[in-house]
């Protein structure tokens, strides 16, 4: 079942075109990787399917799961299931983990019509999938990604995932400046969470992460197109060859 | 038809004279003449300051002497009063004492209050309690509002805290300005003196239920090895305006810290002059404030390291919307006699409109040359990065704007409890209660 349909995306920011016809169709129950070059557009595209301000869309449309995704504002996105692990955390001082996840629980809840989580029931479950990325309550307690390492914000991420179940989920770069131990954990943290009901967006400059979160697809974007699609073994030919055989050739591997 | 006491919040000397003659409860002629002097004081200044005056600069209150105000003269006129809801500060245990346009209402006071505490309307101290007289300022040394109190001496309260007990002293002053009578707002001139020996605190509430200028005078004495806490919190209506200059005098060892909580009123001067008058003396000054259409907040500090090893603390925040404006000016003064001194300054303002307005103005004056003095300040707007993070994890701008504000100010709020557990939930209340009435003035993205 499809989950998310972008058709022939145009996108500017500040006049300038970042995406220039990106084509790309998830089902659920599947894992796509994007890899590219600097500048590509990757994030764009993921910031894009988020909600983030700033971008114009050109032409072309994105479907998630029947609805306009374009027209909709970023919480109702959240809300209806898409979440974006961000490449750069954002720290809030002053406000807990466990608190701001309990405001993002319940605002999600609310547009779903559903009452308030029970405080200990979350407390119980944030408990339990926090143990299982190696963060402790400590951390819950902390100022949200305050004083954390770089693992420590993108485990972070991962939890808040976790959290909120999300339908769509997109990864951005989420290897960037991790050591091979928080991979590993992050890895098998969105492992756990691969689930028939829920598509992901892998996007990542290196084949390493592919190794532990192991794609359906596998796509290569560069200057603001998906210039070829393939299965897991793209990934490995790109890790050998380097992207400049696909900037400018049509693809074959597929 | 105009009442003889009718007026401008500038007196006329003529309603003096009559406020003189007629108020029968306080005509000792120790008295008279502090009043008398308070208003040549006051007339010597110029009267009402002007922002030609510097440290008046950013706060006109010139349009006080255009509108009509009515000195509060009656007495005992509330027999009850709703405590606004808004206000959890008094559900910090404690006994209360009320001040209705200034004057003490025994009848919405406590009456029971513990061993080593002394509570008494100011007309009454007045009467017998002689070091009390060297407690005020000198009229000849007050700028010209804290003169114009002088010149109506009489309204108020003191507060004593006795050493003779290690407990911690919680006391509940409460300001209410409310006109019960006529129809032009009332202009009160309380003035509060607080003894503190030991440990004590004090919670003092202003509240507005009408239409009302208070200019208040508060001297605060802190001797040796004392703690006095003050929270001083403002709310409510919008047409109540407050100018309030306190003095703080520390002894050796003592600690004098005070939070400043302004999230109502509409013209808001907090006019605080601090001394660390002997050695190892200390003062931390927390504020938090809010500002929006058309109300003005102004916290205005004069700190006086006079001692050696004296330490000083402050740090003032505040949330701007559109039509509001917010004035720090935060003087640091290092006599040369305070070596081995210690003072820090900062204030943040966040302003959540193009319409907000901030203004903010240290200044360092050091004679000694081995202390350490620091200042800073900033004015930033909410970040966008962060906006849309809030929003991609489901919360609504409103929430997320919500969030973010409660993050900004969490240093001064969840930092700050002093003593009292309870503070920066009922802070956050009050917080809440700001942000939940301001009218939505951003469109979403």
């Known amino acids: 079942m499809t989950c998310i349909e972008i058709r022939d995306l145009h996108a500017c920011i500040d006049g300038r075109p970042i995406l220039k016809g990106v084509t790309l169709s998830l089902s659920v129950g599947e894992v796509h990787a994007i890899m590219g070059p600097n500048g590509a557009g990757k994030s764009t595209l993921s910031h894009l399917i988020a909600g983030r301000p700033g971008y114009e869309v050109t032409s072309g449309t994105i479907r998630y799961d029947g609805r306009d995704l374009l027209a909709m504002t970023p919480e109702e996105r959240a809300c209806t299931g898409i979440f974006l692990a961000f490449q750069y955390p954002v720290e809030i001082p002053g406000v807990s983990t466990a608190t701001f996840l309990k405001t993002a629980v319940n605002a999600q809840r609310r547009f779903r019509g559903k009452t308030e989580i029970d405080a200990m029931q979350f407390s119980k479950l944030i408990k339990e999938k926090a143990e299982k990325l190696g963060m402790n309550n400590d951390m819950l307690r902390r100022s949200l990604n305050v004083g954390f390492s770089g693992g420590e914000k993108k485990r972070n991420e991962i939890l808040q995932m976790a959290m909120l179940e999300p339908r769509f989920a997109m990864l951005d770069e989420t290897d960037s400046g991790l050591d091979i131990d928080s991979l590993k954990i992050v890895a098998s943290g969105v492992n756990a969470l691969r689930s028939a009901e829920r598509a992901f967006l892998v996007i990542t400059h290196y084949q390493r992460l592919l190794e532990y979160i192991v794609p359906d697809y596998v796509h290569v974007l560069a200057e603001g197109r998906i210039v070829c699609s393939g299965n897991k073994e793209l990934a490995l030919e790109l890790e050998a060859g380097g992207y400049a055989p696909f900037t400018t050739h049509a693809c074959h591997a597929s | ?445």
């Not at chain 2, 919190?233 to 109540?240: R, V």
Request: glycine share 6%; aromatic share 8%.
């Open chain 2, 1 to 445: 038809m105009t009442t003889s006491f009718t007026n401008s919040a500038v007196p006329s000397e003529e309603s003096l004279l009559q406020f003189w003659r007629d108020d029968q409860a306080n005509q000792s002629s120790w008295v008279a003449d502090f009043r008398r002097r308070g208003y040549a004081r006051y007339s010597e200044l110029g009267g009402i300051p002007t922002p030609k005056i510097e440290s008046w600069k950013y706060t006109d209150i010139t349009r006080f002497k255009r509108a009509l105000y009515r000195p509060s003269i009656e007495r005992g006129i509330l027999s009850s009063f709703i405590w606004p809801s808004q206000d959890g500060l008094l559900t910090i245990p404690g006994p209360q004492f009320v001040l209705v346009n200034g004057r003490f209402a025994p009848q919405l006071s406590s009456s029971a209050f513990s061993d080593g505490l002394i509570v008494q309307s100011l007309e009454e101290a007045l009467r017998y309690d002689e070091d009390l007289k060297v407690r005020l300022l000198s009229p000849e040394k007050v700028p010209a509002m804290a003169a114009l109190n002088a010149a109506w001496l009489g309204e108020g309260l003191v507060v004593r805290f006795k050493a003779n007990t290690t407990e911690n002293h919680i006391v509940h002053v409460v300001l209410i300005s409310t006109n019960t009578i006529g129809k032009y707002p009332i202009v009160t001139h309380p003035c509060i003196v607080v003894i503190a020996e030991g440990h004590a605190t004090l919670i003092e509430s202003h509240v507005g239920l009408s239409a009302a200028l208070t200019n208040m005078v508060s001297y605060l004495h802190v001797e040796p090895n004392a703690t006095l806490t003050h929270v001083r919190a403002q709310s409510g209506f919008s047409e109540t305006h407050t100018i309030c200059s306190s003095t703080a005098t520390v002894a050796s060892r003592g600690l004098y810290q005070c939070f400043v909580l302004t999230t109502g009123l509409g013209l808001v001067r907090n006019e605080l002059a601090v001394t660390l008058a002997e050695a190892e003396a200390e003062c931390r000054l927390y504020g938090a404030y809010t500002a929006d259409s058309n109300r003005h907040v102004d916290n205005t500090i004069v700190m006086n390291h006079v001692a050696p090893a004296t330490t000083s603390r402050q740090i003032f925040k505040g949330v701007i919307d559109d039509g509001g404006r917010g004035v720090f000016q935060g003087r640091i003064s290092i006599h040369p006699e305070a070596q081995k001194s210690d003072g820090h300054q900062i204030h943040r303002a966040l302003l959540l409109s193009p319409g907000a307005e901030a203004y903010c103005k240290p200044e360092l004056e050091i004679s000694a040359d081995d202390v350490k003095c620091t200042h800073g300040a900033t004015a930033g707007e909410l970040d966008e990065e962060t906006l849309f993070y809030l929003r991609a994890r489901g919360l609504d701008a409103e929430t997320a704007r919500a969030l973010l504000i409660e993050s900004f100010l969490s240093d001064v709020v969840n930092g700050v409890s002093l003593g009292l557990p309870r503070l920066p939930d009922v802070t956050r209340a009050m917080i809440s209660v700001w942000l939940a009435g301001r009218v939505p003035k951003h469109e979403d993205f």
